[in-house]
T-cell receptor
Framework: TQLLEQSPQFLSIQEGENLTVYCNSS?????LQWYRQEPGEGPVLLVT?????EVKKLKRLTFQFGDARKDSSLHITAAQPGDTGLYLC?????????FGSGTKLNVKP | GAVVSQHPSWVICKSGTSVKIECRSL??????MFWYRQFPKQSLMLMAT?????????EQGVEKDKFLINHASLTLSTLTVTSAHPEDSSFYIC??????????FGPGTRLTVL
């Protein structure tokens, strides 16, 4: 089993604050995805990172893949209430996706 | 973007009955489909990997005789929960992979077993 640990598990912040979510593993992954999930819905893909050290930006979201492809981070600038949700990272290896434990983000107006 | 549908979106059944959940890729052919289950406030747990025309590969601890998976075409996979019991109540989510490292998720099916 290739475990991915996310931290923090829960995060409650005020609108306008910045935050970073971490996704760590002892395993090397071919790629890593970040998803956001709303209650009662399936996860929605935010980004896929493939190359070690890769940085991708999606508006106020910045994703980074670690140099060794074992970890990743998601940074949100000036969080908004619409960013509230469950953030999941998933590593890909051997035709499978291994999900992290999830980070529940609540952005208060 | 790629669209994956699931049917039904929710189902309530009596203990001992079987329930079938369908997963369809609507605008692409999926070489592989995955089935996950998710308990409240938890992450997704991979149950099985399904490749078209071949037997599904189940994760450790998942009973293949209880969770029957059929991937008859490149756009359809089904999960049948046989002899369902209350502990099988969960949110079941499928995903489809066209190629490469990207999977697209269905909206999920909420199963409640009474």
């Amino acid at each position: 089993t290739q475990l991915l640990e996310q931290s923090p598990q829960f995060l409650s912040i005020q609108e306008g604050e910045n935050l970073t979510v971490y996704c760590n593993s002892s395993s090397v992954f071919s790629s890593l995805q970040w998803y956001r999930q709303e209650p009662g819905e399936g996860p929605v893909l935010l980004v896929t990172v493939v190359t070690g050290g890769e940085v991708k930006k999606l508006k106020r979201l910045t994703f980074q893949f670690g140099d060794a492809r074992k970890d990743s981070s998601l940074h949100i600038t000036a969080a908004q209430p619409g960013d509230t949700g469950l953030y999941l990272c998933a590593g890909y290896n051997f035709n499978k996706f291994y999900f992290g434990s999830g980070t529940k983000l609540n952005v208060k107006p | 973007g790629a669209v994956v549908s699931q049917h039904p979106s929710w189902v309530i059944c009596k203990s001992g009955t079987s329930v079938k959940i369908e997963c369809r890729s609507l605008d692409f052919q999926a070489t592989t489909m995955f089935w996950y289950r998710q308990f409240p406030k938890q992450s997704l747990m991979l149950m099985a990997t399904s490749n078209e025309g071949s037997k599904a590969t189940y994760e450790q601890g998942v009973e293949k005789d209880k969770f029957l998976i059929n991937h008859a075409s490149l756009t359809l996979s089904t999960l049948t929960v046989t002899s369902a019991h209350p502990e099988d109540s969960s949110f079941y989510i499928c995903s489809a992979r066209q190629q490469g490292h990207t999977q697209y998720f269905g909206p999920g099916t909420r199963l409640t077993v009474l």
